[in-house]
């Protein structure tokens, strides 16, 4: 009994920490898909720009 509130503890730091890996993972997704879309349209952009220009 007298070692419960340092479980307790490290179970929060472990749920605190597991959740910010998540949100972290999906943030950096996000991020990387929306580079991703705005890289292809200025490709797409850039083509049709070339294409009119000829």
Sequence with gaps: MEYR???IAAY???AIVL???FLASRLQIRRELRNARQ???RGAA???NS???R
Excluded: C, E, P
């Design 51 to 53: 294409d009119l220009s």
């Design 5 to 7: 509130n340092y479980i």
């Design 46 to 48: 850039r083509s049709t």
């Design 39 to 41: 890289r292809a349209a």
């Design 19 to 21: 959740g910010w890996d």
């Design 12 to 14: 929060a730091v472990f």
